[in-house]
C-alpha cells in the first residue's frame, strides 16, 4: 500500500502538463471517481483499522497535491490562451517574416550598368520586343543574304513577300535606329533589354537574354571617345584593377569595329577554368557607327561621327552571383528568386 501512494506521488508530480488535452488527461488519471487515487481510497477499508489514520493522511495528502497540480496548470493554461486574440491569434508571439520579393539578379547588375552610364550623360531608351526586319537588319546595314537573317538564328513571327518581316529583335540595335529617326544629334542613349535568338539551349545559352547597347552620335566623336568611355565603364563596373583589351573584329552597322575584353576577375588574369585559362573575358563588342547607317537614319556622316558598343547582361550576373547554368535566370523559381533579395 505505502509503495502503491508513493509511485502514484512520484508520477504526479513527474507529469508535465502543456496543453488542454493533458490537462485532462492528467484529471481523468488521478481526480476523477475512477482514478487511480479514489481506488486507494477504496482499499483504505481492507486495511487494519490501526493503520488506517495514517494511510488517510498519506492518501489525502496525495489527493491535494494532484488537486493543486491539475488548479495551477489550468490557470496557467487559461492565462496563456487568454494572451490569444478571439481569432486565436497570439499577438505576443515573435511575426513570421514573408518573402515580398526583390529584384531578379539580371536587374540588379542592369542597374548597375545603368547607374554607371547614367552618370556619364546617358540616357535610357526601349523599344519593343516584336521589331520589323528592316528596323533588326536592313537599317543597320545587313546584307540581304546575311546569315542573322536565317531562320536558324532568328525567330520570325510573320514572313511575307513584298513586305516587311515580324520577328522578335536578335539584339537592341533597333532601338537605335529608332532614336537616330526620331532624335537630332547630339544623341546618347543606353538601350538595355530582352533579346532573342534560335541558339541551341545549354547551360550557357537561351533562346532569350539581356543586352545593354549603347550610342554616341555628335560632331567629332572618336574611336579615343569609345575606349574612354569604356574605359571607364569597365573599371567602375568590374573593379579599378581590371586590364582592357581591343580586339578588331566585324559587324555590319560598325566600321571599324572592335570586340573587348576585360582580364578574368575571377582569377586576376591568371588563368582559371571560367576564363578558360586564357586570363580574359569578352565582354562586348563596338565600334564607330557605319556611315550606311547614319545615312539610313537622316543623319549626314560627314557632318556627325558616332560609336557604339553592345553587351550582354546574362553571363556577367552568372559570373558576379557564380550562378552556373544561365536556365536559372529565366525559370522564376521563387527558391531561387529569394537568395537575391537586398
Ligand atoms: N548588336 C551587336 C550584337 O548584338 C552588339 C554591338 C552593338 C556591336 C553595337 C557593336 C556595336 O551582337
Known amino acids: 500500500m505505502k509503495e502503491s501512494v508513493e509511485a502514484i506521488r512520484q508520477e504526479v508530480n513527474a507529469v508535465t502538463i502543456k496543453s488542454a488535452g ?34 488517510g493522511k498519506l492518501l489525502n495528502d496525495l489527493r491535494k497535491a494532484a488537486e493543486r497540480k491539475y488548479e495551477e496548470a489550468r490557470k496557467e493554461l487559461e492565462a496563456s490562451s487568454s494572451r490569444k486574440t478571439r481569432h486565436g491569434i497570439d499577438l505576443t508571439l515573435p511575426g513570421r517574416r514573408r518573402f515580398l520579393g526583390s529584384e531578379h539578379p539580371v536587374q540588379q547588375v542592369l542597374g ?34 546575311h546569315p ?12 511575307r513577300d513584298g513586305e516587311d518581316d515580324i520577328l522578335l529583335r536578335t539584339h537592341t540595335s533597333p532601338v537605335q535606329i529608332r532614336v537616330m529617326l526620331e532624335e537630332k544629334p547630339p544623341i546618347r542613349v543606353i538601350c ?17 537574354f539581356h543586352q545593354l547597347e549603347g550610342l554616341y552620335i555628335d560632331r567629332k566623336v572618336s574611336f579615343a571617345d569609345l575606349k574612354a568611355t569604356i574605359f571607364s565603364f569597365t573599371k567602375q563596373m568590374f573593379g579599378s584593377d581590371v586590364q582592357l583589351r581591343f580586339r578588331p573584329s566585324f559587324f555590319p552597322f ?43 537614319c537622316g543623319i549626314d556622316p560627314d557632318d556627325y561621327s558616332g560609336f557604339a558598343f553592345g553587351m550582354g547582361v546574362d553571363r556577367t550576373t552568372l559570373l558576379r552571383y557564380r550562378i552556373d547554368d544561365i536556365r ?15
Not at 481526480?31 to 495514517?54: H, M, N, Q, T, W
Not at 533579346?195 to 533562346?207: D, F, G, L, P, W
Not at 582580364?263 to 586570363?279: E, H, I, T, W
Open 22 to 55: 493533458e490537462l485532462e488527461a492528467f484529471r481523468l488519471r488521478f481526480l476523477v471517481r475512477k482514478g487511480c487515487v479514489a481506488s486507494l481510497f477504496d482499499k483504505l477499508r481492507e486495511i487494519d483499522p490501526a493503520e488506517r489514520p495514517e494511510y
Open 254 to 296: 560598325t566600321e571599324p569595329s572592335a570586340e573587348v575584353d576585360v582580364s578574368c576577375y575571377l582569377c586576376g588574369g591568371k588563368g582559371c577554368r571560367v576564363c578558360k585559362q586564357s586570363g580574359w573575358l569578352e565582354i562586348m563588342g563596338c565600334g564607330m557607327v557605319h556611315p550606311n547607317v547614319m545615312r539610313n
Open 192 to 208: 538595355p533589354g530582352k533579346v532573342y535568338r534560335n541558339e541551341a539551349i545549354s547551360a550557357r545559352s537561351y533562346c532569350v
Open 112 to 145: 548597375d550598368m545603368k547607374r554607371i552610364f547614367s552618370a556619364m550623360g546617358f540616357t535610357i531608351a526601349t523599344g519593343p520586343e516584336l521589331e520589323s526586319g528592316s528596323n533588326n537588319f536592313d537599317m543597320l546595314n545587313f546584307p540581304p543574304d
Open 148 to 159: 542573322a537573317r536565317d531562320m536558324q538564328d532568328t525567330f520570325f513571327i510573320r514572313r
Open 328 to 342: 536559372l535566370l529565366f525559370e522564376n523559381d521563387i527558391r531561387m528568386l529569394e537568395q537575391f533579395s537586398q
